[in-house]
């Protein structure tokens, strides 16, 4: 049929892998503390950190380009900042690096603001206004609203970890003052739904840490009025004086590299800086959670750890180690609406054991993450003693369901600022998509302007035949359901399909009407789709998961990314019991191997429930069959009594407690609290989450 092109499968046992990617050029050694940031145009940016192995700080730039893969020494003129390493380097205005902090070879602690213009590659200082804050190391910044967060960090002569929060103003130029915040550094920090979160890093007792803290700064005049020249309370800002002076240095600091640091730019603590006088608690609800334990919380003491923000998501990248098996490192999510941990990908598919990386950077939308660092001794490309960011592994993130950050926004219900319509106050859809709703699947009597009617194939018929394309010639027709009626119009805007049927004049031209073989309620949820723009769940209107399922075949027959990229994001998300067979078998179809293997996975941990579903009993025989030879050839069934003596029942690997009898294990639990204290429960209550 016209309205169904021939759709393609692969096998199951196609994985996504990435390949490593070797450079050449000016390879820099593997800089410590240095600052690694993708700019855009396939091109990473790494400035400043030390060697290792001859304790020299740099304030080299130097860039990769990853079409070329060769590295390059960049020229650098105008006010060339001293050597530094500890620093943070953010893109901004897409052109610029705005370098933040850091420590020099003196171990003096900088609180100056640099910014490299990558397309002329000059370097300049803005002028400063306000109180600066202190000089510190390892921070966190992120840029958010034209403002630049500063996080934490370590600072003094005895290096004690930061507890502070601050933002510089990029439209005047003005320090904010400061504020109390959470003791943190070498952490990560990210702002996502009008929050500020930091996780990760080292506390104030040294130790490693699994809490995530969040500021929130909507409403607060604090954070949402811009800060004016002039405009600090002198009062303030003679306390503060007292509390955090900074001298600047008069002579320039000759750096080991033969770059003369510059003085107009060097702030650093005296090293009589002792007080440890704590500002006032930050304005706004401070909230943190403490994760105990869960089956895919990844241990911060195992592996190397790189974590990153993307599609309302915290990613930790767990790499390969000394310390860590091949089959413990991954890929986890937290989501930060549900605040529940995931694995995306198993990293032995990812990571080998032989290289191990110590940069990640990502490029602005999420959707895009690049491994650098270098083969161990072992490894194919090893050839010297000294180590080099010699290799890169890239990663596409939307492999995993991840959305991005800009399709991420525009799919959250309510994330959008736009009302929902004059003619519908209320909605869960956003503007025009809340008026074209009304008119959807309206007959023609009502005065709605249908002028085209869709059918699909009745829902309570077996749909085994659904992944064949055409219809042997003379097999009995399939049922037809009740027509939709919709408005030619918006389906050729919006379904490139559509639009190229119906501009060759085939027979749906003439007739006015076409019939998709897809179930019923997939076909009028993809059509809902084109009116509203939306597959959020709603309990009238939204599509179920078996919905989602269909069209995510029905995206792939139409080569609709967009809307693919939608259903697997949901889907992976809202994976369950009922739905998980019918999600499997889908995405095979829709050749999605992530969601198909992460579908897989769910049905073998729970496949005592899967296989009483009806999901399950409506699949057709070979998919069924396809699905039990999911498990490995020495795979057997494990009771429920068994599984509970081995600690399977949370979904953790079975085997954990064979041969040491049943042990005592952490909750796996949420624990929301400023101060939480861990837990210990029995092996049967694993997985579970404590509120």
Known sequence: MSASPVRHRKSSQDSYTPKIITTVGARPACLVNASVTYVGNDQIYAFGGFDQYTDEVYNHVLKLNLQTRQWSLVDNYGDIPGVRMGHTANLWQGDKLLVYGGENEHRAYLSDVIIFDLKTAHWTQPELHGTAPRGRARHSAVIHDEKLYIVGGMTGHESYVLDDICYLDLKTWTWSRTWRFV???????????????????????????????????????????????????????????????????????????????????????????????????????????????????????????????SSGCLLDFVTPASVISAFDTCITSLDLETLRWQRLAEGKDLFSPHYRWHYCAMNEDGTQAW???????????????????????????RKFGLLGNSLTAESRAGESKLPASDTVKSSHLNSIGADLARMFDQPPETGSGVDFVVTAEADDVDDSSSAMTVSAIGDSPPAVSKPIHVHKLILQARWPHFSRLYASQMLEFQQKKMHIPEPYGAVRAFLYYLYTDSIAPHPEHGPTLADVAGMLVMANIYDMPRLRLLCVNRLGKELDIEHAAVIWERAGVADEQWLRRRAAAFC????????????????????????????????????????????????????????????????????????????????????????
């Open 371 to 397: 491994l650098l660092g270098c083969p161990t001794e072992g490894g194919t490309n090893a050839g010297t003693s000294e180590e080099y960011l010699s290799d890169v592994l890239p990663i596409d993130l």
């Open 604 to 691: 073998m941990t729970h496949w005592g429930r899967i296989v009483r579903t009806s999901g399950f009993k409506a699949l057709p025989q070979r998919s069924i069959v396809e699905l039990c030879e999911e498990i490995d050839a020495e795979g057997r069934v494990v009771g429920g009594e068994e599984l509970e003596l081995v600690g399977g029942l949370g979904g953790t690997k079975f085997g954990m407690g064979l041969g040491g009898g049943r042990r005592k294990r952490k909750s796996n639990s949420v624990v929301p609290s400023l101060v939480g204290e861990e837990t210990e429960t029995d092996d049967g209550e694993e997985g579970m989450d404590v509120s």
């Open 183 to 309: 003791h943190r550094y070498d952490h990560t920090s990210w702002v996502w739904g009008g929050r500020i979160w930091v996780f990760g890093g080292m506390g104030e007792e040294m130790e490693r840490t699994t809490e995530v803290w969040w500021l929130d700064l909507r409403g607060n005049p604090s954070f949402e009025s811009p800060m004016g020249i002039g405009s600090v309370d002198r009062r303030l800002m003679s306390s503060r004086q007292a509390m955090f002076s900074f001298d600047r240095v008069a002579q320039p600091v000759s750096a080991l590299t033969g770059y003369a640091a510059n003085s107009s730019s060097l702030q650093t603590n005296p090293a009589s800086l002792t007080g440890r006088t704590s500002p006032p608690v930050a304005p706004g609800a401070i909230s943190s959670l403490k994760f105990i334990s869960s089956p895919h919380l990844p241990t911060p003491r195992l592996g190397l750890h790189f974590y990153a923000y």
